[in-house]
């Protein structure tokens, strides 16, 4: 069934993140989709009718490859470089992983992708957090799903499980200011985030849609 109608099936990566986990509890409760797939490095800790949840290697693509079924790919899939420990590390999971997910996607028949990326993201840029996102970008719109999405976000506002102390400072900095900067420099709720993935899945129209700060803070408002 294509996104919009009754029984849409989704399958979310990255489910346990900051945006993802919010990604999966307002699909858990939209009576639009009839279930929701995870695939997940650590258990989620959410129990639902409609959920499959499913602790994999993303590294052993065989193994989880016929998993990747449905009517819509969410990926929010990321990691730091601190978590990971290096950039090499953080890109095989960045864009290594995603990219294998997209593809098993893609093979498998799933007719819409959704990216969570970041604002600036250009496989051009010199800074290489920007540039891996532009990468997992252009690599993604290559497959050539039916419907691809791609959210830009900028900073997000949300309370995270990992300690990330310069976000939480540029958070602090931030918030106040939020009435009056610009959507690019204004820290974005998780939440807004989540509705904006939701609304451009279900969006029929074919092709890809970017959606850059601005648009994802109308999007996830309730806006077009």
């Known amino acids: 069934m294509s996104p919009g109608g009754q029984g849409t099936r989704a399958v979310v990566v990255g489910a346990t993140g900051l945006v993802g986990s919010e990604l999966l509890r307002l699909l858990l409760g939209d009576e639009r989709f009839a279930s929701v797939t995870v695939l997940v490095r650590r258990p989620t800790g959410t129990a639902h009718p409609k959920l499959a949840e499913h602790l994999v ?3 052993a693509p065989d193994a989880w490859s016929a998993l990747v079924r449905g009517d819509v790919l969410f990926s929010a899939l990321g ?4 978590a990971a420990g290096s950039q090499q590390a953080q890109r095989s999971v960045d864009h ?6 997209a593809r098993a996607a893609r093979a498998n028949g799933v007719p819409a992708y959704v990216l969570v990326s970041s604002a600036g993201a250009s496989p051009r840029s010199r800074i290489f957090y920007s540039r891996m996102k532009g990468e997992i970008e252009r690599d ?3 497959l050539g799903f039916a419907r691809t999405r791609i959210l830009r976000p900028g ?3 949300g309370e995270r499980r990992e300690r990330r102390p310069g976000e939480r ?3 602090g900095l931030l918030r106040p200011l939020a009435p009056v900067l610009p959507a ?3 820290p974005i709720p998780v939440a807004l985030v989540a509705r904006a993935a939701v609304a451009a899945a279900l969006d029929p129209a074919p092709g890809v849609r970017r959606y850059e700060p601005a648009d994802l803070f109308r999007l996830g408002a309730g806006g077009r």
Do not use: C, S, Y
């Open 184 to 186: 690019p420099l204004r």
């Open 169 to 171: 400072l540029a958070l």
């Open 57 to 59: 290697r993303f590294d």
């Open 96 to 101: 290594g992983h995603q990219l294998a997910i």
């Open 155 to 157: 900073l997000l506002d």
């Open 79 to 82: 990691t730091t470089i601190q």
């Open 140 to 142: 993604v719109e290559a």
